[in-house]
Structure formats: structure tokens, C-alpha cells
């Protein structure tokens, strides 16, 4: 019993010597932190990592003289929108850290097509105004988590201020874009309910929703 013991302790220890974890940050040319990118490695031991809204992430690794990090992101959307597909918006970037490395900054450079596409936001968001309110189902109770997107935009929403999800109390708020009428969808992914709406005008500050 005791040498059973005695070898599952040099087990663990000769686990522990033999990994280490790699902290980061991920940004933009522009120093701005980059939120969701894959960071992965051929010598990650469990799974990769995604940064944080901070751009950060942390990934535990097998010990090497030299760690091989990817760096890459593709702006997706879970069904289809408009037709529009997803597409690579940062350049896929492959660095070699150092065994003695355990914090590294990391740069990557935005796409042509996601310089487009911040360019269709920039001019989306151009005289917008933000709508709010809160969801509820049929018997009255918030609803939370139900994703809310503005319809038949040029791009894909997701992370714009034209999606977003409500809290814990059912209240969402969401941008809208200056036109004449906006299409307004939300959609309940656990429940498989969907509603959508449409607003004419800025007059339509607040809007309560009833997903049945």
C-alpha cells in the first residue's frame, strides 16, 4: 500500500514538472485587446484557450525549449444571416515562445476584409440611437439569455452593438441603426422561440417583448 502510494506521488510530481502555463494577451495593431481569438499549441495538454474581453488568456502546455502558440479568429455567426458567410478577420499569426517564457504580448492584424467590415459598422452606427425593455414568456416571468440582433445589416452583428443578449432580468439594450424601419429579431435558443419585430422611427424608445 505504501509503495502504491509512493509512486502515485512521483506520478503527480513528474505531471507537474513536466507542464507549465503560458499566459498572455492578445491586441490589435491599434493596442486594442482582441476578445474571443483561439489560441492553441501541438503541445497544449488539455484544450485552447479563448481570450477574455481583456484580450487575455492563459494555456497550460507540455515543457519544450521552444512552445509553439497559433493565434487565429474567424468572425461567425451560429445560422445563417442574410446570406453573408463567415470570414477570417485577423491574420492567422504562429509564434515560438521560450521555455523560460511564461508571459507573452501578442499583436495581429486585422484582415482587408475586416477592415470592410468595421468600416459598414463605423457608418451602421452613424447617427444610431439604443432602444431598450425586457422579455418575458407567455406567463409573465424574464426571460434571460435571449439573443436580440438587428435585421438586414451589411455584416454579421455579432460582437457590434447591434447584437445583444438579455441579463438575468430579461432587460436588453441594443443599438439601432437611423433608418426608416428596422427589423428587430429575438430568439430564445433554449426554448426554440423566436419573435420578430419592427420599429419605425426613434419614437420607439422602449420596447417589452412576449416570446410564446
Known amino acids: 500500500m505504501k509503495n502504491l502510494s509512493l509512486i502515485l506521488i512521483l506520478v503527480l510530481i513528474g505531471s507537474c514538472s513536466s507542464k507549465k502555463f503560458i499566459s498572455g494577451t492578445v491586441t490589435d495593431t491599434e493596442g486594442n485587446p482582441i476578445y474571443n481569438i483561439t489560441v492553441n499549441s501541438p503541445q497544449a495538454i488539455y ?31 451560429y445560422f445563417n444571416y442574410n446570406g453573408l458567410e463567415d470570414f477570417q478577420d485577423y491574420y492567422k499569426k504562429e509564434i515560438d515562445v521560450r521555455k523560460e517564457d511564461k508571459y507573452i504580448n501578442v499583436t495581429l492584424e486585422k484582415t482587408p476584409e475586416r477592415i470592410h467590415c468595421d468600416s459598414l459598422i463605423s457608418k451602421a452606427l452613424d447617427g444610431a440611437y439604443y432602444i431598450k425593455g425586457q422579455i418575458y414568456n407567455k406567463k409573465g416571468q424574464a426571460l434571460p439569455l435571449v439573443d436580440v440582433l438587428v435585421e438586414d445589416l451589411p455584416f454579421i452583428p455579432r460582437q457590434t452593438p447591434f447584437f445583444t443578449t438579455s ?37 420607439s424608445r422602449n420596447i417589452n417583448i412576449t416570446l410564446e
Open 47 to 77: 484544450r485552447s484557450h479563448l481570450t477574455d474581453n481583456d484580450g487575455k488568456f492563459r494555456i497550460c502546455v507540455r515543457k519544450r525549449d521552444s512552445i509553439r502558440l497559433c493565434f487565429e479568429h474567424r468572425l461567425f455567426f
Open 167 to 203: 441579463g438575468l432580468n430579461g432587460v436588453y439594450e441594443i443599438a439601432i441603426p437611423n433608418r426608416d424601419s428596422v427589423r428587430i429579431t429575438f430568439s430564445d435558443m433554449l426554448d426554440k422561440k423566436e419573435k420578430t419585430v419592427t420599429i419605425k422611427g426613434e419614437n
